[in-house]
């Protein structure tokens, strides 16, 4: 087992000598537990990479890539070459690991703490389908692999909290715990008894030498024997584990292997002492490469033996099978959105409940999620059709995340990762700060999870400013022109203007499974749209509201509360005998796929537009042109009733219509000194 570990320890730094940049100290470190993981315990089946029955390792910190590159290597998924493109322009190794089934990587991994909270997301995930469909084909363990850095992150209290409280017992983490650090030791910067801190929380905590292999068998052996706990196991690794300096005295546990190359002299003595050639260090040992194919014959024939045992559950529950291999499949669910009845002028939080509660109903497989707010976000709709998620059940359906947004975020993704889950997750808008770094590393994933933002402008009213989210749809809307290196967009937004809008913005979410779907709701009820609205045309991202003139002067554009403030308006300028076009744009990256002809039939580029947000006017200007205007907040709200505040701040129809006037006004100056 040491000439495996070292072979792993061997080609770490030989990657990150070659290409001169990465990690290598943590990667040496954790090196024998993760080669007795890999080669005696990890299920997985070598000819089906996605098989649903595998066990998930989810790598926490991505710097130590070239550990898990190596491991994979020695289980046949990357290739020698592959290994000397570390870091390197279209190589299959980046810096950090990014999330590919067919090669074992489970999640895309880079801030600290992500990745134990996808884990523990996937354990939630698998216990729920469990329930669902029976433990044949639901029995598999998550494991996950944690550093120093990861447990001091803020998320680490949550994933602790959770995975404790819910008692996943699926969930085995090992904590490489070297005690040192990028630039500092960790005595520098925590005195925390982390064991105590584990255990308080419901865990069960293994303690030993992670560098020795009987105690880590021993340990592992622990862990599935677990029945009521997550567990922990506290490695006592050591930094850089068998590297040498120049002058050939120990280069363990020094700070400087955490984040740099070894250089020229230390690498050298390293690669000797750990049995390798300098010329050619990219090399698998035979002795190394007899272990794993031994282990490959051994884990093919438990997954024939779990394979038949599913096929056998097949057979005996054939309504079940064909709900898994849904579930599984990656498509979206089959929705009747007919039976979600919508109410006129109703706040889009209540109309999202609307739709959340026939979505309960119709979608076995999704698990809504809520920070503590169910009954104020309204996901409460769904929830009074099922029962949350517990310890010793998880039957029901509606996971209780308590406050603690990032934590929430980050496993509902690793429910979707574990694959089989549509997961949902809800807050106040303004709280999707804590969520970003979930949110971005969703969108380089391509995972559909669907976010719920509820509370979405000054409107929030007597909370106040602390409350009211003036910026976050500029921040937002910023991710939704962000494109994926698949041309995708990396997020997709949706603000609906009225109830009927918000069953349709529903249904592009749940109609979306290849990136996170972002839905706005308002707090205070919202006028209705036009009767004979074509509601149908919310797909497009932005499109003509009913009751607007076929020949216009001027046209109107906004997403979410304002529209109706625009129909207002128009109605207002309409009596003075302009022409007005309203368009709602629900979505500027949907509309932004639309065809040119359609973009330019909807707000050509020659028109006068006014745009109208409760946000920074940023949120419209791709949309008014470079002759429109936009109307907006350049400061933050003020606590007061939400009317007060429309008042003040200038949202009345009355003060927007005059806006529109002292625009077309300006434009007509501008045109006269132009002729």
């Known amino acids: ?112 703490g992500q990745g134990h909270a996808f884990a523990a997301g996937a354990a939630v995930a698998e216990k729920f389908l469990e329930a669902k469909l029976g433990h044949e084909v639901m029995q598999h363990k998550i494991y996950a692999y944690i550093s120093d850095g990861g447990v001091q992150e803020e998320i680490s209290q949550g994933v ?14 090992f904590y490489d715990s070297n005690e040192v650090q990028l630039s500092t030791k960790c005595a520098e910067v925590t005195n925390e008894n982390t064991a105590m801190k584990y255990r308080a929380w419901n865990w069960n905590v293994l303690e030993i030498n992670g560098s020795n292999v009987d105690e880590i068998r021993g340990a592992l052996n622990s862990a599935l024997k677990e029945q009521n706990r997550p567990t922990m196991i506290i490695g006592h690794t050591i930094m850089a584990k068998g590297a040498l300096q120049a002058d050939g005295s120990s280069y363990e546990g020094s700070v400087k292997t955490h984040g740099a190359p070894l250089g020229d002299g230390a690498y050298i003595n390293t690669v000797k002492a750990l049995g390798g050639d300098i010329e050619n260090p990219f090399v698998i040992f035979d002795e190394v490469k007899q272990m794993y194919e031994e282990r490959r014959t051994e884990v093919k024939k438990i997954v024939a033996q779990r394979r038949a045992k599913e096929n056998l559950w097949a057979q005996e529950n054939p309504e079940k099978a064909a709900l898994k291999k849904q579930w599984f499949s990656d498509n979206a669910p089959i929705i009747d959105w007919s039976k979600v009845v919508q109410n006129c002028d109703k706040a889009t939080r209540a109309a999202s409940a609307a739709c959340l509660s026939q979505l309960a ?43 603690s947004e990032l934590t929430m975020a980050c496993m509902c993704i690793g429910m979707n990762l574990h694959g089989g889950v549509i997961p949902a997750c809800a807050t106040f808008f303004v709280f999707s700060d804590y969520m970003k770094p979930a949110i971005r590393t969703a969108a380089l994933m391509e995972v559909p999870i669907k976010f719920i933002w509820t509370h979405d402008a000054f409107r929030v009213g007597e909370d106040g400013p602390t409350h009211q989210p003036v910026e976050h749809e500029a921040q937002i809307r910023l991710m939704e022109k962000l494109k994926n290196l ?45 009767k004979g609205n074509d509601y149908n ?17 001027v046209i109107l554009v906004a997403s979410g509360s304002e529209v109706s403030t625009l129909v207002d308006a128009a109605n207002i300028l309409r009596k003075e005998g302009l022409k007005v076009r309203i368009v709602s744009a629900p979505s500027e990256g949907l509309f932004r796929c639309q065809s040119i002809e359609y973009q330019e039939n909807v707000l050509p580029a020659s028109a006068k537009i006014f745009g109208l947000t409760a946000g920074l006017p940023v949120v419209l200007e791709g949309l008014v042109g470079r002759c429109g205007t936009v109307f907006g907040l350049n400061h933050f709200g003020a606590s007061a009733p939400f009317d007060v505040l429309n008042e003040k701040f200038g949202f009345t129809p009355e003060n927007i219509a005059e806006k529109i006037r002292a625009y077309l006004q300006q434009i007509c100056i501008k045109q006269r000194n132009h002729q």
């Not at 045309?537 to 002067?553: Q, T």
Request: aromatic fraction near 8%.
């Open 537 to 553: 045309m919310v797909r497009h991202g932005a499109y003509v509201v009913a009751g607007s003139d076929k020949d216009y002067d």
């Open 486 to 530: 698949h041309g995708k967009d990396s997020v997709r937004v949706l603000r609906p203007a009225d109830a009927e809008e918000t069953t349709v913005c529903w249904a592009i979410a749940m109609e979306n499974m290849n990136t996170p779907t972002a839905m706005i709701f308002s707090r205070q009820g919202i006028k209705s749209l036009p």
């Open 361 to 403: 109903q119709q979608v076995p497989n999704m698990i809504c999620a809520s920070a503590d707010l169910s009954n104020s976000d309204k996901t409460d709709g769904f929830l009074k059709q099922t029962h949350d998620i517990i310890n010793g059940d998880f039957s029901g359906a509606f996971f209780q995340a308590g406050v």
């Open 160 to 173: 602790g909290r959770l995975a404790g409280r819910l008692g996943l017992n699926n969930l085995i983490i």
């Open 1 to 112: 087992m040491k000439r495996a570990a070292d072979n792993i320890r061997l080609l770490t730094v030989a990657m990150v000598e070659k290409a001169k940049s990465g990690h290598p100290g943590g990667a040496m470190g954790g090196a024998d537990f993760i080669n007795v993981l890999f080669s005696e315990y990890l299920i997985y089946d070598p000819e089906d990479p996605s098989w649903t029955g595998r066990d998930r390792f989810f790598l926490d910190p991505g710097h130590m890539a070239p550990m898990l590159y190596s491991a994979l290597t020695l289980q046949g998924k990357f290739k020698l070459d592959d290994l000397q493109h570390l870091r390197q322009w279209g190589s299959c190794t980046p810096g950090h690991p990014e999330r590919n089934i067919n090669r074992g990587i489970e999640n895309t991994s880079g801030p600290l």
